[in-house]
Protein backbone atom coordinates (compact mmCIF):
# COMPACT_ATOMS: atom_id res chain seq x y z
CA UNK A 1 0.00 0.00 0.00
CA UNK A 2 1.09 3.55 -1.11
CA UNK A 3 1.03 5.78 1.76
CA UNK A 4 0.04 9.45 1.14
CA UNK A 5 3.24 11.52 2.05
CA UNK A 6 5.09 15.31 1.71
CA UNK A 7 8.85 15.29 1.28
CA UNK A 8 10.69 14.54 4.39
CA UNK A 9 9.95 17.10 7.32
CA UNK A 10 12.90 15.89 9.89
CA UNK A 11 11.19 18.41 12.36
CA UNK A 12 8.37 18.91 14.26
CA UNK A 13 5.13 17.90 13.02
CA UNK A 14 2.47 19.96 11.06
CA UNK A 15 -1.06 20.79 11.89
CA UNK A 16 -3.33 22.02 9.69
CA UNK A 17 -6.44 23.09 11.89
CA UNK A 18 -8.77 26.19 11.97
CA UNK A 19 -10.59 28.24 15.34
CA UNK A 20 -13.86 27.09 13.93
CA UNK A 21 -12.84 23.80 13.29
CA UNK A 22 -13.94 21.09 16.65
CA UNK A 23 -12.53 18.56 15.72
CA UNK A 24 -9.08 20.19 14.81
CA UNK A 25 -9.66 21.21 18.97
CA UNK A 26 -9.43 17.87 20.10
CA UNK A 27 -6.14 17.15 18.12
CA UNK A 28 -4.62 20.47 19.92
CA UNK A 29 -5.54 19.33 23.01
CA UNK A 30 -4.11 16.01 22.40
CA UNK A 31 -0.83 17.40 20.99
CA UNK A 32 -0.97 20.23 24.29
CA UNK A 33 -1.92 17.35 26.53
CA UNK A 34 1.51 15.59 25.39
CA UNK A 35 3.58 18.29 25.47
CA UNK A 36 4.21 17.82 22.04
CA UNK A 37 6.01 20.85 20.17
CA UNK A 38 3.67 21.41 16.18
CA UNK A 39 3.62 23.70 13.86
CA UNK A 40 0.64 25.05 13.24
CA UNK A 41 -0.99 26.21 9.79
CA UNK A 42 -4.31 27.80 9.39
CA UNK A 43 -7.04 27.01 6.78
CA UNK A 44 -9.22 29.36 6.28
CA UNK A 45 -12.48 27.63 6.60
CA UNK A 46 -14.92 30.83 5.78
CA UNK A 47 -13.63 31.64 2.75
CA UNK A 48 -13.50 27.81 1.73
CA UNK A 49 -9.61 27.71 1.62
CA UNK A 50 -10.23 23.93 2.86
CA UNK A 51 -12.19 22.89 -0.17
CA UNK A 52 -9.18 24.16 -2.80
CA UNK A 53 -7.34 21.94 -4.85
CA UNK A 54 -3.83 22.87 -3.39
CA UNK A 55 -5.88 21.32 0.20
CA UNK A 56 -7.11 18.78 -1.71
CA UNK A 57 -3.55 17.01 -1.89
CA UNK A 58 -3.16 17.01 1.71
CA UNK A 59 -6.81 15.57 2.12
CA UNK A 60 -8.76 14.50 -0.66
CA UNK A 61 -12.16 14.77 1.28
CA UNK A 62 -11.08 18.44 1.76
CA UNK A 63 -11.97 18.21 6.02
CA UNK A 64 -10.24 19.45 8.94
CA UNK A 65 -7.75 18.47 10.83
CA UNK A 66 -5.24 16.62 8.69
CA UNK A 67 -1.38 15.66 10.50
CA UNK A 68 1.61 15.86 8.86
CA UNK A 69 4.54 13.48 11.11
CA UNK A 70 7.52 14.37 11.55
CA UNK A 71 8.48 12.21 8.63
CA UNK A 72 6.11 13.59 6.07
CA UNK A 73 3.45 10.94 6.66
CA UNK A 74 -0.04 12.39 6.29
CA UNK A 75 -2.95 11.61 8.55
CA UNK A 76 -7.14 12.17 8.84
CA UNK A 77 -9.61 12.27 11.06
CA UNK A 78 -9.00 13.34 14.68
CA UNK A 79 -9.42 10.44 16.44
CA UNK A 80 -7.31 8.49 14.06
CA UNK A 81 -4.89 11.33 14.87
CA UNK A 82 -5.10 11.22 18.21
CA UNK A 83 -4.81 7.11 18.20
CA UNK A 84 -1.40 7.64 16.30
CA UNK A 85 0.03 10.34 18.93
CA UNK A 86 -0.55 8.18 21.98
CA UNK A 87 1.20 4.84 20.19
CA UNK A 88 3.89 7.47 19.01
CA UNK A 89 4.28 9.40 22.41
CA UNK A 90 3.10 7.36 25.00
CA UNK A 91 3.64 9.66 28.25
CA UNK A 92 0.92 10.98 29.28
CA UNK A 93 -1.42 8.49 28.58
CA UNK A 94 -4.87 9.25 26.80
CA UNK A 95 -6.14 6.36 26.84
CA UNK A 96 -6.87 4.13 29.92
CA UNK A 97 -4.87 0.54 30.43
CA UNK A 98 -7.98 -0.95 31.49
CA UNK A 99 -9.55 -2.83 28.57
CA UNK A 100 -12.89 -2.16 29.58
CA UNK A 101 -12.18 1.21 30.53
CA UNK A 102 -10.17 1.95 27.11
CA UNK A 103 -13.32 0.75 25.52
CA UNK A 104 -15.58 2.89 27.25
CA UNK A 105 -13.38 5.76 26.38
CA UNK A 106 -13.56 4.99 22.60
CA UNK A 107 -17.57 4.11 23.00
CA UNK A 108 -17.96 7.73 24.40
CA UNK A 109 -15.80 8.87 21.56
CA UNK A 110 -17.41 7.63 18.77
CA UNK A 111 -21.12 8.50 20.44
CA UNK A 112 -20.00 12.50 20.33
CA UNK A 113 -17.79 12.30 16.88
CA UNK A 114 -19.89 9.95 14.99
CA UNK A 115 -23.44 10.94 16.52
CA UNK A 116 -22.95 14.31 17.22
CA UNK A 117 -20.27 16.18 14.92
CA UNK A 118 -21.23 15.22 11.72
CA UNK A 119 -24.38 17.13 12.45
CA UNK A 120 -22.66 20.40 13.06
CA UNK A 121 -20.27 20.54 10.01
CA UNK A 122 -20.43 23.28 7.31
CA UNK A 123 -21.89 20.77 4.38
CA UNK A 124 -23.85 18.91 6.17
CA UNK A 125 -25.31 22.95 7.07
CA UNK A 126 -25.91 23.66 3.88
CA UNK A 127 -27.37 21.07 2.56
CA UNK A 128 -29.96 21.21 5.28
CA UNK A 129 -30.84 24.90 5.06
CA UNK A 130 -30.63 24.45 0.91
CA UNK A 131 -33.04 21.58 0.99
CA UNK A 132 -35.21 20.87 4.26
CA UNK A 133 -35.27 24.30 5.56
CA UNK A 134 -34.92 23.42 9.03
CA UNK A 135 -31.27 23.35 9.75
CA UNK A 136 -31.84 24.88 13.24
CA UNK A 137 -34.81 22.36 14.38
CA UNK A 138 -32.91 19.72 13.16
CA UNK A 139 -29.90 19.94 14.76
CA UNK A 140 -30.93 21.09 18.07
CA UNK A 141 -33.18 18.40 18.26
CA UNK A 142 -30.26 15.41 17.52
CA UNK A 143 -28.00 17.48 20.02
CA UNK A 144 -30.75 17.40 22.79
CA UNK A 145 -31.32 13.61 22.09
CA UNK A 146 -27.71 12.64 22.00
CA UNK A 147 -26.95 14.81 25.35
CA UNK A 148 -29.48 13.11 27.06
CA UNK A 149 -28.16 9.84 26.23
CA UNK A 150 -24.29 11.00 26.95
CA UNK A 151 -25.37 12.30 30.64
CA UNK A 152 -27.49 8.77 31.56
CA UNK A 153 -23.76 7.22 30.06
CA UNK A 154 -22.06 9.75 32.45
CA UNK A 155 -24.42 8.86 35.59
CA UNK A 156 -22.70 5.49 35.68
CA UNK A 157 -19.09 5.63 34.35
CA UNK A 158 -17.98 8.93 35.15
CA UNK A 159 -15.93 9.92 37.98
CA UNK A 160 -13.94 13.44 37.64
CA UNK A 161 -13.82 13.05 34.25
CA UNK A 162 -15.75 11.10 31.55
CA UNK A 163 -14.23 7.98 32.40
CA UNK A 164 -13.50 7.43 36.02
CA UNK A 165 -10.44 9.41 37.12
CA UNK A 166 -8.67 9.87 34.13
CA UNK A 167 -8.30 11.94 31.45
CA UNK A 168 -8.41 10.61 28.23
CA UNK A 169 -9.64 10.91 25.17
CA UNK A 170 -13.33 11.11 25.40
CA UNK A 171 -12.72 14.17 27.45
CA UNK A 172 -11.32 15.96 24.45
CA UNK A 173 -14.35 15.06 22.13
CA UNK A 174 -16.84 16.46 24.67
CA UNK A 175 -15.40 19.80 25.59
CA UNK A 176 -15.87 20.85 21.65
CA UNK A 177 -19.23 19.60 21.66
CA UNK A 178 -20.32 21.95 24.92
CA UNK A 179 -18.98 24.82 22.79
CA UNK A 180 -20.53 24.17 20.14
CA UNK A 181 -24.19 23.54 21.66
CA UNK A 182 -23.79 26.37 23.94
CA UNK A 183 -22.19 28.86 22.18
CA UNK A 184 -24.18 28.31 18.56
CA UNK A 185 -27.10 25.94 19.44
CA UNK A 186 -27.93 27.85 22.88
CA UNK A 187 -28.44 24.48 24.38
CA UNK A 188 -29.68 25.03 28.17
CA UNK A 189 -26.83 22.52 29.68
CA UNK A 190 -29.11 22.49 32.78
CA UNK A 191 -30.91 19.38 32.54
CA UNK A 192 -27.25 17.87 32.03
CA UNK A 193 -25.25 18.35 35.32
CA UNK A 194 -22.92 15.28 35.01
CA UNK A 195 -22.19 16.85 31.63
CA UNK A 196 -21.04 20.10 33.31
CA UNK A 197 -19.86 19.58 36.10
CA UNK A 198 -17.19 17.35 33.85
CA UNK A 199 -17.04 20.50 31.16
CA UNK A 200 -15.97 22.99 33.43
CA UNK A 201 -13.27 21.02 35.77
CA UNK A 202 -11.73 20.07 32.36
CA UNK A 203 -11.85 24.07 31.41
CA UNK A 204 -9.54 24.39 34.84
CA UNK A 205 -6.83 22.68 33.04
CA UNK A 206 -4.38 24.62 30.23
CA UNK A 207 -4.13 21.80 28.00
CA UNK A 208 -7.96 22.77 26.93
CA UNK A 209 -7.78 26.54 27.89
CA UNK A 210 -5.04 27.35 25.45
CA UNK A 211 -6.38 25.18 22.55
CA UNK A 212 -9.79 27.30 22.86
CA UNK A 213 -11.01 28.04 19.52
CA UNK A 214 -11.04 32.09 21.03
CA UNK A 215 -6.79 31.26 22.26
CA UNK A 216 -5.86 30.50 18.28
CA UNK A 217 -4.09 32.68 16.05
CA UNK A 218 -6.42 32.75 13.11
CA UNK A 219 -9.07 33.57 15.95
CA UNK A 220 -11.20 36.82 15.21
CA UNK A 221 -9.71 39.41 17.08
CA UNK A 222 -13.52 40.98 18.30
CA UNK A 223 -13.92 37.45 20.22
CA UNK A 224 -10.10 36.23 20.59
CA UNK A 225 -9.29 35.60 24.46
CA UNK A 226 -13.00 35.37 25.45
CA UNK A 227 -12.71 31.75 27.03
CA UNK A 228 -15.12 31.46 29.70
Known amino acids: ?24 WQVRIALEWKGIDYEARYVDVKNNEHLTEAYAKLNPCRRL ?16 IIEYIEAMYPERPMMPKSPFHRA ?13 QPMYTKRVLEFLDVKLGKCDEFVLKIFEMKFEELENRLENISGTYCVADQITFADFCLVPMVF ?12 FPYITRIRNTLMTLPEFRNTHPYNQADCPPEIKGIVQ
Open 180 to 191: IATKFLKIDMKP
Open 65 to 80: PCFITKTGKILTQSLA
Open 1 to 24: MTERTTPPLNHKPILYTSYSSDTS
Open 104 to 116: EAWSLALDISCDM
